[in-house]
């Protein structure tokens, strides 16, 4: 089965630290995507990346960066963490042929204080 | 750009009785259609997906979907409702393959209950 591992269920950050959230995954999947949950907002894309070092803007990116430095892991960078970034965060990938669908991992819920 | 709505925030039905969750979507060229189901402080479970061909989807857990061009619709069916059917569906479409991969955008999700 296609495995989807990110580092943490839940984590609690202060404001203005870095944070990391990490993302592996098992298949050798060309995309990885990450997105934040909110309520009544749904999943929205924050970036993506479709190649090792190769990354593309999603919905909201703002206060965000990423890295691919390894096809298998693909991090979620939050520069100065700040409240509003309070969320659910999906990781998920997928192969690299638009009729393949998205696998998830269990998501990582942060909370900033 | 695109995009994917679904309507209701929640949908309630009683265990036994046929349930719909709608979806719409727009995409440039043709769709690629996927229904996720998300139980209470879980990821996202892949339920089914129109490629190409029938447009009766036939996926997990008894459900299926109904793909309808004209009305760029795609709505998730299940002839009888179980209890244990009560999650937070999302609809997402997939863009065409470009030189810079292709995104996957997803709706708000409807939160379906079923009820004894």
């Known amino acids: 089965d296609v495995k989807v591992t990110q580092s943490s269920r839940y984590l609690v950050k202060r404001t203005g630290e870095k944070v990391f959230l990490e993302c592996v995954q098992d298949?050798?999947?060309?995309?990885m995507f990450w997105y934040r949950q909110d309520p009544g907002l749904g999943l929205r894309l924050i970036y993506f990346s479709y190649d090792v070092k190769m990354k593309e803007k999603g919905d909201i990116p703002e206060g965000y960066s990423v890295s691919r430095e390894k096809k298998e892991r693909f991090s979620l960078i939050l520069e100065s963490a700040s409240t509003n970034q309070t969320s659910m965060y999906l990781c998920?990938?997928?192969?690299?042929?638009?009729?393949?669908?998205?696998?998830f991992g269990q998501g990582t819920r942060l909370t900033v204080v | 750009a695109q995009s994917v709505a679904q309507p209701e925030d929640q949908v309630n039905v009683a265990e036994g009785n046929p349930l719909t969750v709608k979806c719409t979507y727009s995409?440039?060229?043709?769709?690629?259609l996927f229904w996720y189901v998300q139980y209470p402080n879980r990821g996202l479970q892949f339920l089914l997906k129109y490629i190409t061909g029938d447009n009766l989807v036939k996926g997990s857990y008894g459900f299926e979907a109904e793909f309808n061009k004209s009305q760029t619709s795609f709505h998730l069916k299940k002839p009888s409702a179980l209890v244990s059917d009560s999650a937070l569906y999302f609809c997402?479409?997939?863009?065409?393959?470009?030189?810079?991969?292709?995104?996957?955008?997803f709706g708000t999700g409807t939160q379906l209950k079923v009820e004894l």
């Open positions: 298949m050798d999947h060309e995309n």
């Open positions: 997402a479409v997939r863009g065409p393959l470009t030189g810079g991969g292709n995104k996957l955008t």
């Open positions: 998920a990938s997928s192969p690299d042929r638009t009729n393949t669908e998205a696998f």
């Open positions: 995409v440039s060229g043709n769709p690629y």
